[in-house]
Structure formats: C-alpha cells, structure tokens
C-alpha cells in the first residue's frame, strides 16, 4: 500500500456523498434487522433458491436499481453505474443458498437479552445478503453513481453440491463474462477475509457387477471388495504435506445383505488443495489406483464395470499480493483502523481467482456461530464500521476496475462519485 492509495481513500471517505451513505447506514440498522429475519424466513435449501432470488428481484427493483432480473443460472442480478452501460464491471454478491433441506426450521428467534437471533443460514449466508442490500440501498440514497458499473448479484450455488454453479454462469455463460473485471463476495460475519482460494475436486467412484447368492454364485466379482481394494490403494497415496494437500472418502454404500453378493459399491472422495496443480495431480493418482486395482477386472466376461464421475468442482487460486483490490482494501482498513486479516477458505470468490480475476471474499460485520448447524445465529453487533469498509472498498475498486479490464474496452469512465 503506497501513501496515495491512503491519501486516494480519505479524500473518498471526505465526500459529501459518502457521508450521506454512512449516514443512511447509521439510521438503518432496524431496517437492515428487518431485512435478515425476512431472508430467513424464506427457504433456500441447495437447488431451492428461486423464492428467496424472486424476494431479491423485488427488493432491487423497489430500491431503484437498473436491469433487474433473474439470469438463466437463477442469479438476481441489478446494476448500478454509469448511464452507458457497456465497460467494465465490478461483481458485488452473496449467495442465497444454504446447507438445510427442504422443511428445516426457518423462523428466526430473538435474543430477549441481547441483539443476537438464531435461525439456520441467519449468518451464512443472510448477514451477507443483508449487507448487499444495506450497501445498495445507501448508494442510491446518497445518490452516487460508480465510475464503473457495480453488478449486485443474491447468486445461487455456493454450498455443497451446489457447485459454485451461479458464479460459474456469471464467469463462464452469462452476458456480463467478459465484463467482469474484479469481484466482493459477501460473506457471513466477522472482518476476515478470502484472498487464497482453496480448491477441491469431488468424485464418485462406483463399482458394478452382476450380484448373486454368496454360495451358489460364489466367484462372481465383488464390488464392495473391489472398491476396497482401491479404496486401500488411495489411503496410501504420497500427497504433499506443502502446500498441504488432503483426501477424504467421505461416504461408503452398497450391498444388501450379507449373503448377496453385492451388485454396486459407491465411495464419495474429496480432494483439498490451495495449489490448482497439486489438486490435479492427486486427482490423476487418484484415477491411477482405480486403474491399476479395479481395470484389470473389468472385462466382458467378469460384467464388472467401474465409473469415476467428477461431482464437485471447485478450482484452486490466489489473489496476488501486488493486487490493486488487495492495495485498496489495505488503504481502506487503514482508514477505518481495522487489521486486515487474510484467510485461505472455499468460497464464491474461487471461481474468479482460478480465471485470475481480482476477487476476494469478505465479512460483513457482527458476530456469528453455529454455523451450518441448526443452531446458528448471528449478531449485528459492530456491523456498520465493517460495511463502512465495504462501501468505500466498492467505490475506489469501481474507480479502479476500468483501468483493470482497460484492454477489454476503451469507455473512458465519467468522474467517480
Ligand atoms: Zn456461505
């Protein structure tokens, strides 16, 4: 961070405008309360996040947002910026989605005695929707329009299964691919943030053969001793301590009973790294000790048959050190005195980091725990220096991003604020 990305922030935290946003953030800390526990009570269990994405839509619109829609990946997307929209972008999100199922508990309750509230996804992620619509909201009462076209997106797939799909569609698909020049990702609370993308590769190996009576077909390949027998060869694989990379098998099934010869055996494996490389590399030994114990047996004569199929995707990155997101963010939390702490993590920010795009994941203030449990909560408490830090992050990143994407378009961007 040089003295000019300092001095670049306090003459951006001086303005009239900002004031005004602070402000509105100073005065709406009820409404944005009002806001969480009507996110909550909306149901977004993984693949299920169209009713609270409609909400989105809704809210955008009523704000004053421009093209507000719902994507094809089911993203709610809103744009604020320049009146010629055709440069660069800077990705604003929080995804929707939470780990419970269909019919998990969703009515929030209130502490009595302090201002927590507990209700599954409260923290994770509806304090990060909160703060997208918080930040929203006071821009467009403090009347600033951003050099550069802030894209809000309430996206869908981060957790689980749900495989970074709403970033992958934004990223790889969507209309706005090759205008994305960095991107926030709202995440939980707390100040911590994601600058190094952790990657992991998710597989699921299944075994097929044709089954029988344990006597009277004894000899007819097993899949459960099978997948074992490769199961034991990937336990033993050499994966580098450095940077560290792991393997789990997380789920095991198959068989009916203990006098059948099981027809299928199914293993889950996942694979961590914070290196694309290694992550890759473990996934071909991982392929390597399928070939060398299960191939061999899987001839026409055995009916033996083995699929590996890849059902998690999550790709590896970092956000460099010299980067300028990375110099602003560190200007601005000198500003506002706060220490900036930078995390390795899964997030909604791997996506952007593996096409090396500016990105990076962050909290959004207050307390939280529990996370991914039914006994989640969170607290709003100290919630507004952190999206003080957000706004003025967003607003000298969006004054940065046209020089970002410069070989992407030539727009010269009106004056910022
Ligand atoms: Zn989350």
């Given at each position: 961070m040089s003295a000019s990305d300092h001095q670049r922030i306090t003459s951006l935290a001086s303005q009239t405008a900002v004031h005004r946003a602070f402000h509105w953030l100073h005065l709406h800390q009820p409404q944005l309360r009002r806001w969480l526990l009507e996110i909550v009570r909306i149901p977004a269990p993984p693949f299920g996040e169209q009713p609270r994405a409609l909400w989105f839509l809704e809210r955008f619109r009523s704000l004053g947002l421009a093209n507000v829609h719902l994507d094809d990946a089911g993203n709610a997307l809103a744009e604020l910026g320049p009146e010629e929209a055709s440069g660069p972008v800077l990705l604003l999100s929080a995804h929707l989605d939470t780990v419970f199922p269909p019919g998990s508990p969703s009515e929030p309750i209130e502490s009595t005695e302090s201002t927590r509230i507990y209700a599954p996804g409260v923290c994770d992620n509806a304090a990060g929707l909160t703060a997208l619509l918080g930040i929203a909201a006071a821009l467009l009462h403090a009347r600033i329009r951003p050099a550069?076209?802030?894209?809000?997106?309430?996206?869908?797939?981060?957790?689980?299964?749900?495989?970074?799909?709403?970033?992958?569609?934004?990223?790889?698909?969507?209309?706005?691919?090759?205008?994305?020049?960095?991107?926030?990702?709202?995440?939980?609370?707390?100040?911590?943030?994601v600058t190094q993308a952790l990657g992991s590769l998710r597989f699921r190996i299944t075994v097929t053969g044709p089954g029988g009576h344990s006597w009277s077909d004894a000899g007819v390949p097993n899949p459960i001793l099978m997948l074992s027998r490769a199961l034991t060869a990937i336990a033993d694989l050499p994966l580098p301590p450095s940077p560290l990379t792991t393997l789990n098998a997380g789920h095991i099934s198959g068989g009916t009973s203990v006098n059948s010869i099981p027809s299928s055996a199914i293993a889950l494996i996942e694979l961590r790294s914070s290196r694309p490389t290694s992550l890759h590399d473990a996934a071909l030994q991982v392929r390597r000790a399928l070939e060398d114990t299960i191939t061999p047996f899987v001839t026409p004569a055995s009916g033996l048959s083995l699929e590996l199929e890849t059902i998690g995707d999550r790709p590896a990155?970092?956000?460099?050190?010299?980067?300028?997101?990375?110099?602003?963010?560190?200007?601005?939390?000198?500003?506002?005195?706060?220490?900036?702490?930078?995390?390795?993590?899964?997030?909604?920010?791997?996506l952007p980091l593996a096409l090396d795009i500016p990105a990076?994941?962050?909290?959004?203030?207050?307390?939280?725990?529990?996370?991914?449990?039914?006994?989640?909560?969170?607290?709003?408490?100290?919630?507004?220096?952190?999206?003080?830090?957000?706004?003025?992050l967003l607003l000298a990143s969006a004054q940065i991003a046209p020089q970002l994407a410069a070989e992407a378009s030539s727009t010269n961007a009106p004056d910022p604020v």
């Open positions: 550069a076209t802030i894209l809000f997106a309430a996206n869908v797939g981060e957790e689980g299964e749900g495989d970074l799909r709403g970033m992958r569609h934004l990223f790889e698909r969507g209309p706005y691919r090759d205008r994305i020049a960095s991107a926030i990702a709202l995440e939980g609370s707390g100040t911590a943030v990155g970092a956000l460099p050190l010299d980067s300028a997101l990375l110099h602003t963010l560190r200007a601005v939390d000198r500003h506002l005195h706060l220490a900036t702490e930078l995390r390795l993590g899964s997030t909604d920010a791997n990076l994941a962050i909290g959004t203030g207050g307390l939280g725990g529990g996370i991914h449990t039914l006994d989640e909560w969170y607290d709003p408490i100290g919630r507004e220096t952190a999206l003080r830090r957000l706004l003025l």
